[in-house]
């Protein structure tokens, strides 16, 4: 298994995040911070995923006041962006590691 990722998380301007979001509605949760918090394995799925998919929701159950604290932990954990949070779910966005290799072009997604 790979290393979480270390890389600095990528900084997003507004448009972008209104992209990443758009592109987002129709996904589903691949991981989900339950009573135990964000633990090793949750990092270690959502680096997967994020490696898998560049953009993943991510299933926050715990208080309103919280959720922000956690998706902001989780981003900095995974070296990722948080792109929104939406009710109990939060959008996290990591480009691959290889340009070649990205599924999203964010130059182009927020222009349209």
């Not at 964000?38 to 998919?53: K, S, W």
């Not at 959008?91 to 072009?105: C, G, M, N, T, W």
């Amino acid at each position: 298994m790979d290393a979480p990722h270390s890389d600095a998380a990528p900084v997003l301007s507004g448009r972008e995040r209104r992209a990443l979001r758009r592109l987002a509605h129709g996904l589903r949760p691949v991981v989900q911070v339950g009573g135990s918090g964000i633990t090793d394995g949750v990092i270690a799925a959502l680096d997967v995923a994020l490696r898998d998919h560049e953009l993943v929701k991510l299933e926050i159950a715990h208080e309103r006041e919280e959720r922000a604290l956690l998706a902001d932990e989780v981003a900095s954990r995974t070296g990722s962006a948080v792109a929104g949070l939406i009710g109990k779910m939060a959008i996290l966005y990591r480009p691959a590691r290889d340009p070649d290799k990205r599924r999203i072009e964010l130059s182009v997604e927020a222009r349209a």
